[in-house]
């Protein structure tokens, strides 16, 4: 297929109808409407054979999601903010009963206060919820990763739902110049949902969402643990995978001009862009700098992420989110890879962007010199003036 | 137990009548131990547990199912002869 300009919400819609899946239950919330908007479109025109079905609330959406999904169907959805907040009693269980539901997250502030742009506090609050979760750079990366959430979260060895990030408005909203793959290609990939024990399998009845006693609650939980645990192997497989279809390469922990960087900044979405422009300014002066991305984020990459930030004098490790009264998410999750390295490089915490606040290439040059001259503290609330 | 690694995944049950399978008395604390010199056969512990763990045979009260009794004291409580004590497990 050509080139296209289109902004991210319609790119995931695209890589949607390519794949037409059987099952969308969803609720309209800003910015991730346009997924919704265009992809019920599809419905209407009879581009795509999914049951589209309108739901009440975001916490209707994932419950339906959850039975359809166990029903053999594959389902997606698509939500933002409060609406994954709405959603968040459905969270622990679409997972916990092993549902491999797709949704595509499009990241927002939570209220309160008020506010409706981007940073990733609702990706934040729900990341140990079982689900894994994949990071965009730009439109493109959204695109993809519609494309490949499906391999992922139905592979046999995992079968766990999984989230597509993409930062609300910068992409969501965004024309970007974007390369879709073929939709014949797409559906190949992808291939065919074979759940395991499906409720509508009627020859063989089964019963889903059945209550635990503490020992069955316990090795319930265990082999969530070992299925996250498989999907580091399986996301790397479907990336090689996909590599060969679109020519478009992916690893879990991206990483920019880092081999003989001395500094690196760890940062998630959109951000990682201007991270690289940043970083390609500053080694024009011949600072040895580099950025990184976990691509991945759960299950964490660890491994992929302490190879990535190994023999560093420095990290700045950034957070689109404020937990009030702790460090970033990002930073805790850097700090567990740290912990056990030897000569580990010094971490730094800096939370950015909060309410959809301006990540200026400027600010993020400022993180480097910090650390390049010694000034840099722990933790960093960027851009408070006093 | 079952192991982990052959119990289906997100708690689904694949073949009917699993809860046949399944002991409820694993969270006991204390258990009932009846003295059977002291024991009238009144039939009051059998009448008021809630778990129907006691065993009756022809009319004489001979124990409790252990895979069933929750360790509750009901029974102890209930036996009008002291003749059951809840020892820890």
Redesign the interface.
């Known amino acids: 297929m050509a080139d296209l300009a289109i902004n991210g919400d319609s790119a995931i819609a695209l890589a949607w109808k390519q794949i037409d899946p059987d099952v969308c239950a969803a609720y309209p919330i800003t910015p991730q409407t346009i997924i919704v908007e265009r992809f019920s479109d599809y419905v209407a025109d009879g581009e795509v054979n999914t049951n589209f079905v309108c739901v009440e609330s975001e916490h209707s959406a994932l419950t339906l999601c959850t039975a359809s999904s166990s029903a053999g169907a594959r389902t997606f959805t698509a939500t933002a903010s409060q609406g994954l907040a709405y959603m968040w009693e459905m969270l622990p269980i679409t997972s916990a009963m092993r549902t491999p539901v797709i949704m595509a997250v499009a990241n927002r502030a939570l209220s309160g206060p008020i506010n409706i742009n981007n940073d990733h506090s609702d990706a934040m609050a729900a990341r140990d919820c079982g689900w894994v979760m994949i990071f965009a750079e730009n439109v493109q990366e959204a695109y993809d990763n519609a494309v490949m959430a499906p391999r992922i979260a139905e592979h046999h060895d995992v079968q766990l739902p999984i989230m597509t990030n993409i930062d609300g408005f910068i992409l969501t909203h965004a024309v970007e110049r974007m390369t879709p793959l073929d939709s014949t290609a797409v559906k190949k990939f992808v291939g065919d949902f074979k759940p395991l024990y499906p409720l509508l399998d009627w020859k063989n009845p089964v019963t889903h969402g059945v209550m635990d006693g503490p020992e069955y609650y316990y090795k319930h939980k265990y082999q969530m643990v070992e299925a996250m645990e498989h999907a580091i192997k399986v996301t790397e497989k479907v990336f090689k995978e996909f590599k060969k279809i679109s020519g478009r390469e992916y690893h879990l922990v991206e990483e920019y001009r880092c081999e003989d960087a001395e500094y690196v900044a760890v940062v998630l979405g959109s951000s990682y862009g201007t991270m690289k422009a940043v970083v390609d300014e500053l080694r024009a002066e011949g600072k040895k700098v580099g950025a990184v991305m976990p691509k991945l984020y759960r299950p964490w990459p660890d491994k992929h992420v302490a190879a990535a930030l190994e023999g560093k004098k420095g990290v700045a490790v950034l957070d689109k989110h404020a937990p009030i009264g702790a460090y970033g998410a990002l930073f805790s999750d850097v700090c567990t890879t740290l912990i056990d390295m030897k000569d580990a490089p010094a971490v730094y915490n800096y939370i950015y962007g909060l309410g959809g606040k301006d990540a200026k290439a400027s600010d993020f040059r400022t993180i480097f010199e910090d650390m390049i001259s010694g000034k840099a503290v722990k933790y960093n609330f960027m851009g408070v003036e006093e | 137990?079952t192991s982990?690694k052959k119990?289906?995944?997100?708690?689904?049950?694949?073949e009917?009548g699993?809860s046949e399978e399944?002991e409820?008395g694993?969270?006991r604390s204390f258990r009932p131990v009846v003295d059977q010199e002291l024991c009238i056969d009144c039939m009051s512990c059998w009448i008021y547990c809630p778990d129907s763990a006691v065993i009756v045979k022809d009319n004489k009260m001979t124990g409790f199912k252990m895979t069933h009794c929750k360790g509750c004291g009901i029974c102890a409580k209930a036996c009008p002869k002291k003749a059951i004590t809840m020892v820890e497990e």
Not at chain 2, 7 to 14: D, F, H, L, Q, Y
């Open positions: 137990m982990h119990m289906p995944i997100g708690g689904r049950a694949i009917p699993k399944v409820t694993d969270w």
